[in-house]
């Protein structure tokens, strides 16, 4: 077990930790490190380390057996831990240590009765990325996906078998999905217990498999699926599309498919959270007279009056311009920052100009400089 962590290190949590605690994190790493997503070499790896993790500790009954008696708890191939009876799996070949437990201590042992199947279970959620563009997540989308999945077979409803009278108790087992070894020790009779070898746990056997599905229970489809992207959606956000994730096992219900939306940038426009905020070019003359503007927004051109003296880089509000919110409150507004050109090169009329009003500026009143320079005396 030394190449192992711990299963809440893995997910970056404490003992303590809610099942909501458990879940964000699981898919927050799991989004992360999905080898779909991430390239590196170990994110296969650390993929699949974190849902052992997860498989573990968002099961109520593994993850008090894993706080319990650690790896060994959990793993059907160890025997009890207890942390520090690691190694003593077999006993010296007198049989697993918690029928040791069970023998003289009134069954005090961890007992594998509480791994056994538990029936349907619903399948793994699982996690895609979809880009769109700007004015896609102000005004709202519907996108087609294609997926391939493995749906519960609508004939034998995930059982596997052709009918219901079709499916038996395990003649092995008895219907328990657990077998129990005996083997006589140098401490007496001494028990153990495995999953049942023919019905793998289940503790039920098929005597007529489903024509549709050939006793798998599943089949693999490709489907097209429409994705409604409401407006104001923001990079990182995920919807649920429910049911199009991993099948169940046992005929439960197939996990859930989260995508997360990656919003592409705009030339003009710049997003903050509701706030839309665009830079708009006027002249020196126009910011020293006053103008007005037709200035464009997410939703079409708005006039706005620019005051004169308007300066370099000041910001007028546009109400109600911004992104819509997602969940139905008042919009975000629209800034709009002027930034004053400053021509690079004027012909002969123009400079005349120029030159003039330099002359009365110099007539009236002292330069923008000069007053500058003044301020040090």
Request: charged fraction near 30%.
């Amino acid at each position: 077990m030394a190449d192992k962590r711990d299963y809440y290190e893995v997910l970056g949590l404490d003992k303590n930790s809610d099942e909501n605690a458990i879940k964000k994190a699981y898919r927050t790493l799991a989004k992360k490190y999905h080898p779909d997503l991430n390239k590196a070499p170990d994110a296969a790896d650390k993929f699949k380390e974190i849902q052992e993790a997860y498989e573990v500790l968002s099961d109520p009954q593994k993850r008090a057996a894993y706080d319990q008696y650690g790896f060994a708890g959990v793993d059907p191939q160890q025997g009890f831990d207890a942390g520090g009876f690691e190694g003593f799996n077999n006993f010296g070949g007198f049989g697993n240590i918690n029928d040791i437990f069970d023998q003289f201590f009134g069954g005090t042992g961890f007992s594998r009765s509480s791994q056994r199947n538990s029936g349907p279970r619903k399948g793994a959620d699982k996690i895609m990325r979809m880009s769109i563009e700007f004015m896609e997540a102000i005004n709202g989308v519907t996108k087609n996906i294609n997926l391939d999945v493995e749906e519960q077979c609508s004939e034998c409803l995930g059982t596997g078998a052709r009918s219901k009278d079709d499916i038996k108790i395990c003649n092995t087992c008895h219907g328990s999905g657990r077998v129990l070894r005996q083997q006589q020790t140098m401490f007496g009779m001494m028990q153990s217990e495995s999953a049942c070898p023919d019905c793998k746990g289940t503790g039920k056997r098929i005597e007529k498999v489903c024509p549709r599905c050939k006793g798998k229970g599943y089949l693999k489809k490709k489907i097209e699926v429409e994705v409604n992207i409401p407006a104001g959606i923001q990079t990182g956000q995920q919807l649920r599309i429910q049911g199009k994730g991993d099948r169940g096992i046992d005929g439960g219900p197939n996990g859930d498919l989260y995508i997360e939306v990656i919003v592409n940038e705009d030339k003009h426009f710049i997003r903050d959270g509701k706030d839309i905020l665009i830079s708009v070019p006027i002249s020196a003359i126009d910011a020293t007279l006053g103008c007005k503007v037709d200035v464009p927004t997410v939703y079409g051109d708005v006039e706005l009056t620019i005051p004169a003296g308007t300066q370099p880089d000041q910001k007028f509000r546009l109400r109600g311009k911004g992104v819509k919110d997602t969940r139905g409150g008042l919009p975000g507004d629209q800034y709009v920052e002027i930034q004053i050109v400053i021509p690079t090169s004027v012909n002969r009329e123009e400079k005349e100009h120029y030159e003039k009003l330099k002359a009365l500026e110099k007539k009236s009143k002292k330069s923008v400089f000069e007053r500058f320079k003044n301020s040090f005396k």
